[in-house]
Structure formats: C-alpha cells, structure tokens
C-alpha cells in the first residue's frame, strides 16, 4: 500500500476536511521511546506528541493495559478497586481542597462538564475564555473558541485578552475579566466558570505574573465564578517546575480539567473539584461516563504515574527543558529570524520572526516546521500569529535529543528554511 | 480489603453522587464471555451489560488492543493504515449513501458532533428527542433530556412523543413532529436534527411501524432538518434481525451514531454521514479529536467485527433471541404479574406490572432486578415508568443462558420477588 493511495482512501472513507500535519504525507507505523518509525523504516525524533507522555508504546502502560483488558472492562455503577487507586493517587498531587474525581474519556468532555458543574454550583451561566483559547470540540466548549467560530459568539460567551507585559499589580489582566464579567451581566448571564490553559500555549506560552493571576481570580470569585484550570496540556509534570500547570500560576483553582498524558494514549479525561461543587451538580442533576473510570483506563492511568516516578520524568523535563533552552538561546543569538524562547520544561515555543525585527513569520515558521519534519525532526506551531515552534515531547527526551533538535533547526536556517510552502 | 471499605473510599474520592447499580455493593473482578466473578469468587450470568459486546475480556480482542499498543498509537493526523481498515468495514455494512466516517471516543461525543454538523448543513439551529430520550451526558446534548433535566427546556429543543398504538398510516406519530418543529420555529429555531434512538429503550421498546417512521423522517425533511439515528445500544447486530437498529425501521438517516459496543469497552465513538454533510461543516469549522481514531481504538473495532463475523453473532442473537423470548413469553403465562415481553435479540424487556391489570410496578420490577442479582443473574430496568426488565446481554449469550435467566425469573417471582425495596 502505497502513501498516495493511503491518502486516496483516506479522503474517501474520512472526508477531505481531516488536514495532515505536514506538507508530505507521515506515515508512521511504530514507535518507541521518543522516536517514531515510518512505512519506510525513517526514524524520526518525535518532539511534538505529549499524548504519549512516558514514551511511545511504553512496556509497562501496555503491559497495564493488556493484563486488565483480559481480566475486566467494567463500569462505575460496580465497586472496582482500580479507580480507587487512581483517584486516590492523582487526588495525592494536587491541593487538598481538591478532594473528588470524576472520570470521562477525553479533555473534552471533562472541560464540558465542568461548565455543567458550575452552573449547578454558582447558578450562573456565563463562562470566560482568552480570546485565543481552545478547551475542546464539544458544542458548548467549541463555542469558548471565539477567535476560531465560524458563528456570532454565544451571549454566554465572553474573551479576555491574555496577561499584558508591563502590569506590575495585575491591574490590567483583572480589568480584561471585569470588562468580560459586565458584557455577561448585560446579557442576562451571570459568570459561572473561567476557563485558562494554564500552559498559555494559544496565547504564545507568557503566563501571568503572581499579581495578575491573583487579581484576575479574585475578580472571577468576586463575581460569583468559578476558577477552571485546563491541564489537557501543562499536566502531570510537563512543565517542569511543576506537577500542575495551575502550581506555576499562583491562585487555587476550583475545578481542574486532565486529558491528553493521563493515559499515554488510552482515551482519559478527568474533572477533580472540591466535594461541595459536585454535590451541588447532583443534588439537581445526574452524570454517567459508560466509558470513563473503567478498570483498563485506570490501569493504564495507573501506570503511567508510576512509570513518571520510576523514572523521574517531572525532573527530567525540568533538566533536560532547561538544556533545551540554554541551546534555542544559542541558536536565537546566532540567527536574526529567531526571537524569544518561551516557556518551560516540555512545552516550549521558539519565536520565528522577520529577519529585521519583531513581527511574526509565520510562513516561515511553517517551513521550518516542515523541512525539520523531512530531517527527521517533529515539531509543530502555536501561538496566536502561528510563528512559534511548538517543542512539547515525550517525557522520556533526553540531552542527546535535544542537542540533535537544536542542530537540526540550526542547520534548516542556515540552509534558508528549506523548500518554500 | 472488604466491600464496606471499598464504598467508603470510594464514596470520599469519587463522591456521593455515583450510584451504585444493585442494592447491595457488587464488586466483579474478573470476567469472560458471558460471566463476571466477584471478589469472593461468586459467578453470575451478565444479562445486562452491551459494552463488552462479544464477551467479557475476548481474547481476540484484548490481543489486537495489546499488540496494537506496543507498536504504535497516534492520531488521525498522520497516514494509518488500521483507521482506513476500520472505517471502509464499517462503511460497508451502512446503505451507499453514508459513505463518511469520524471517529470520537464516545456515543456522547458522537451525538454532539452529529449536532455541530447538522446546524452547519441545514442552518437551522433547533433539533427534537422523544420525551423519555437519553441521547449522551455533554451540555448540549444532555439538553435533548427534557425529562430528567433539572432546567426548564432550552429554547432550541423540543420533545416528540412515542410512536402511538393504532396509528395506521402514521399520522398521528407525525403530528408530534410537526407540532416539535411548529413550537421550535415559534421560539426563532430552525430543525436542524431529529434524534432517534433507535432501540427505543427510554420509550418502552416499542419501535414505530414502517409507516410511521416514513411520515415523521418525511415530516423531519420537509423542515429541512437531519434524522440522526442512535445507534449506541441498538448498533452491532444487537437486534438480531439487522446490523443497525434504523434498518428494522424503514427510513434511511442522514447521521448515525455510534459507541457502546464498537470497541468491546474500549472508548470508541463514531459518526457516520454523507461526504456533503461533512464538507458542509468543514467549509466553515473545524473538528479534531485527539483520541478519536487512533490505531489502537481501531484495531480494537476491527478485532470487534472479526469476532462477529467468525463467531455469527448477529445471527446468535436473532436465534438466542427468540428462544429467549418464548421462554419469558411462558412466564408471562405463569405469573400475573409480568405482561408483555418487548424489544428483539439482545433487548428485550419484560413488563412488571400490578397483578390486577396493567397498571406498571416499577417497585416490584426493581425488587425482581436485585433478587435475581443476588441469586447471580445481572439484569437492569428500563421503560418510561422503569418498570420494564432489561436484558441486553454480551452477544455471546447461549441457550442454557436464557434457559438459567428465564428459570432464575420464575423463581424470584414464585417467591414472591423476594425482599422489598
């Protein structure tokens, strides 16, 4: 089977809509650690996939997964040990008001039902987003997206401009949320939930200071709403500094959202909130996940914590992240369409630029994203220009793959960005 | 670690909210085929649960999801082979027009995207559901819940009632849609989507006539809405009689949906439409499921459909089905207080009822469900008055396994139904 009719019966069976990543057809066939292998037998060093957290098809998530697959796939209306485990182990991480878990499948579903859950909680109906934000594909989560819909913004929908530089008391961030709040209220909804990833990825990776942050929840509270921090991409310790991207942020949050890592792969969402917001959803209104908190999920989330504390991963993200930024410094020095590195640990963006200054290349961007994708090398884009280098791994990267990224961008600029788009 | 402790941690991590299904705990640890084994190592006959489709921890499945998790799991951005095997199988058993598949991780999912899509294609914004329908748990779809929802009715929803008896050529059923879409369009809405499950579950298991279902579809059409047919419990040869619950009711949909079985417990959702449905939505959205599709949910499904091929599945659960039929039609002979026997295949539901009449006894029906689960037969409860027994077994269920239920019914009810609520 060729690539060309892969992608043949690919537009015929899924539809033209379904874009592939890069400019040739990926056709990977296996994987391992932080390397992907291609029909071909082309390694690739993948630094781009966080979904599989702990490393591609790693034997003790699989080894997991198999033993409970054969034993039971069950459901929570059953006692079953495994999900307790797990809750009970996740809930170990984070701070102890944060006391009650419920399970689903996807990030999705649990940034949906927090907006379910605030509603109940608060009696509002307005929810905030940054004005680059995406929280999932739902039809209430997709609505968050204003920046990407195709439709006017839902009335209950109201943005907020990401943190500004130079806001030493955070005074201007909390006017964004103040000026958000009022919109809602002046249609009628009152704020139940602000939603932040708090890895600021689609904002282009700057997080609030402290004060800001601080500011900008004490005006959500103020209001009557609720603090929802989505961790479907700073969680479980990709950040470095941090098991929780919330941790880095300052403020408790009062509902957290868990996806993408949780499973290395295995659909898993989680929602952990404090014991009093779910019981205000339930004693009005009723929640059942056929798939979610399965005994297999669970194994397989099970696995991946202890596989992150064999082997050190938060760690390693903070050591071998701050490698990986001495050497994107490095290379910013040394090339003019280079800009600033932001972020952390496993997350980081490096700012592709117009040679004479500051204003965003996002062009370019996308053809050095594809000419290091044909070295060998995967990286992707994000930001609200689209002229950031999204790095955000596998947790098992090592100085060596770090050192082989920074040579492979060092040498597609000095080789002028490779083919035009 | 007893049963005692296991509710009580779970009742600290989890929270009061998640109910437990029989009332006593029931703590399963292993299953295979059409059995569960609890921790005392007590065997029970699983009459009840439709997610592990072909059995309890089939080998064939759990083999392809191992061997699949070891080499590769990604996503739909990238060319794979093993989604395009799934989804041009799955094609294949859907009539020719519905020829696009997008692939989610839940049934929940799945009727939510069918949402998005349909409100692109048709413009309207306005969709129905039959006053008992569970269609999923996201915020727009829980909305179709009129029901059991603790909110007055959204604006863009209206209800429709069952399929009346004695209602020849279908006029009647049909004046429920034209009076939902009239009330929709009195509200500013548009139709956009009718959904069907096509089960019927939540209406008592009396499915519409031929003619029936022509005049409301027609009706549907007419306003220029889509006809979404649920196939999350209906899908998968479960009826016996066709492959997918719309094929026993005449009218072709324009989506379906799909969950529960398809992945034996592992976490598949899927949508299935016309390719101009689908690039109607993509001229103006966008939609990305990071789990959805990905080689391990697909290997997976196809290891699903091999089994119910090789092992005549659908044709099982048409002959166990009716056998089973005829043995609780016997009882209901027998005992007053069961009336009619509804549903086909592998869903069936009996009728509890007061002896005197026709009066329903959903307490009655319950106390029968935990009797018999303590004597090691798993069944549920379904119905509008939730006084229908539920019997929606794995598709592996045999004669001797309708022959131990039926005997184990008989008994319960020669005892009186043992204990009360």
Chains 1, 2 share one sequence.
């Not at 209306?77 to 399970?103: H, K, M, N, Q, W």
């Not at 938060?314 to 040394?334: F, H, K, M, P, W």
Request: aromatic share 8%.
């Amino acid at each position: 089977m060729t690539d060309a009719s892969l992608v043949e019966r690919r537009l015929r069976a899924l539809g033209p809509g379904l874009r592939q990543f890069y400019d040739f057809p990926f056709h990977p066939v296996r994987g391992e650690g932080v390397r992907l292998y291609d029909a071909e037998g082309l390694e690739y060093l993948d630094a781009y996939n966080n979904v599989p957290h702990v490393g591609h098809g790693h034997p003790h998530v699989v080894a997991a997964i198999a033993r409970q697959a054969a034993r039971l796939n069950g459901n929570t209306r059953y006692l079953d040990e495994t999900i307790l485990d797990y809750a009970e182990r996740l809930l170990a991480s984070l701070p102890r008001g944060l006391d009650t878990a419920v399970f689903v499948c996807t990030g999705s579903e649990a940034n949906d039902l927090a907006l379910r859950l605030a509603r109940a909680f608060t009696g509002g109906s307005g929810a905030t987003a940054s004005t680059t934000a995406y929280h999932g594909n739902t039809v209430a989560i997709s609505a968050l997206d204003v920046s990407r819909s195709p439709d006017p913004p839902q009335p209950w929908v109201a943005t907020v401009p990401p943190p500004p530089e130079g806001d030493p008391d955070g005074t201007a961030y909390e006017r964004g949320f103040e000026q958000a709040i009022a919109a809602l209220a002046g249609r009628g909804h009152r704020l139940a939930a602000a939603y932040f990833d708090t890895t600021f990825a689609n904002e282009g990776l700057d997080k609030p200071t402290p004060a800001q942050m601080e500011r900008a929840v004490g005006r959500i509270h103020g209001a009557g709403g609720l603090y929802v921090a989505d961790e479907i991409q700073a969680g479980l310790g990709r950040m470095g500094d941090a098991m929780w991207g919330f941790q880095r942020l300052g403020a408790t949050p009062d509902l957290v959202t868990m996806g993408k890592p949780m499973g290395n792969g295995h659909p898993i969402g989680i929602l952990v909130t404090r014991r009093e917001i779910l019981e205000a959803f339930h004693k009005r209104d009723r929640y059942f996940n056929t798939f979610g908190g399965n005994p297999v999920s669970c194994a397989a989330g099970i696995a991946v914590l202890e596989v992150m504390e064999r082997e050190r991963l938060q760690a390693n993200a903070a050591c071998v992240g701050a490698y990986l930024t001495a050497r994107l410094d490095e290379i910013s020095r040394q090339h003019g369409e280079i800009g600033r590195i932001l972020g952390a640990g496993f997350f980081q963006g490096v700012e592709v630029r117009r040679p004479s200054g500051e204003e965003p290349a996002p062009d370019a961007a996308r053809r050095v994203m594809n000419e290091m994708a044909r070295r060998g090398v995967l990286v992707g884009l994000t930001g609200p220009a689209r002229n950031l280098l999204k790095i955000r791994p596998p947790m098992v990267f090592a100085r060596a793959d770090a050192d082989r990224l920074a040579e492979t961008l060092d040498a597609v600029l000095a080789d002028g960005f490779g083919q035009p788009n």
